[in-house]
Structure formats: structure tokens, C-alpha cells
């Protein structure tokens, strides 16, 4: 099994940037691809930024040049650079872990962070 646990949501005014963290724990080896989820109220979960061991990465149209994310696969790590925020960034952002064991892709999430976004 494995757990994570998001911290750095919050409240901030539009045009300004929050740093979401994600720490992987239990059984980490063989994770590949970690990032980040969404949902606003009355939307379904969406896409915002993932990454795999590997590096390679792939962020939702909305949040390109905006937001940035980072691994730091030593500590079992992801982080979320949010620049730029906007009121419809408004939603709580989950963490995504998967690995692979036996031909069997696991997908892993946390429990949420908050991030509201006033204008």
C-alpha cells in the first residue's frame, strides 16, 4: 500500500502562487508516474499536472505556463508550483501515485488540499 499526504493549500488573492506538497510513504519502490488532480464543486476530477520517474511530464491546457511540477524521487516527493492563480484554479487539488506489480496498474490518492482563489 501506499499513502499519500498533501500539505501547502490555502486561500490567496488572484495573480498570486501557492506550493503544494505530496509525500509518498509504505510501499513506494516501483512508483512511476506522481502528480496532481482537481475537482471544483459541481465538476468532475480533472487532470492538472503529472509526472513519471523518468521526468516526463504533462500539464492540463489551463494551467501551462502557470504551473510547475516537480519530483524529487529520493524522498518519494511530488510539489505543485502554482504561479499566476486565478479564481477558476479554485478547487482541492489531490494527490496521484501508480506503480506496476504484476502486470497490474495501482492508482494511489491522497485525501486533499483546499486551494481557494479569490478575486
Known amino acids: 500500500q501506499v499513502q499519500l499526504v498533501e500539505s501547502g493549500g490555502g486561500l490567496v488573492q488572484a495573480g498570486g502562487s501557492l506550493r503544494l506538497s505530496c509525500a509518498a510513504s509504505?510501499?513506494?519502490?516501483?512508483?512511476?508516474?506522481m502528480g496532481w488532480y482537481r475537482q471544483a464543486p459541481g465538476k468532475q476530477r480533472e487532470l492538472v499536472a503529472i509526472t513519471t520517474r523518468g521526468g516526463s511530464t504533462n500539464y492540463a491546457d489551463s494551467v501551462k505556463g502557470r504551473f510547475t511540477i516537480s519530483r524529487d524521487n529520493a524522498k518519494d516527493t511530488v510539489y505543485l508550483e502554482m504561479n499566476s492563480l486565478k479564481p477558476e484554479d479554485t478547487a482541492v487539488y489531490y494527490c496521484?501515485?501508480?506503480?506496476?506489480?504484476?502486470?497490474?496498474?495501482?492508482?494511489?490518492w491522497g485525501q486533499g488540499t483546499q486551494v481557494t482563489v479569490s478575486s
Open positions: 509504505g510501499s513506494t519502490f516501483n512508483i512511476n508516474t
Open positions: 496521484y501515485a501508480n506503480k506496476r506489480r504484476w502486470g497490474t496498474l495501482y492508482d494511489y
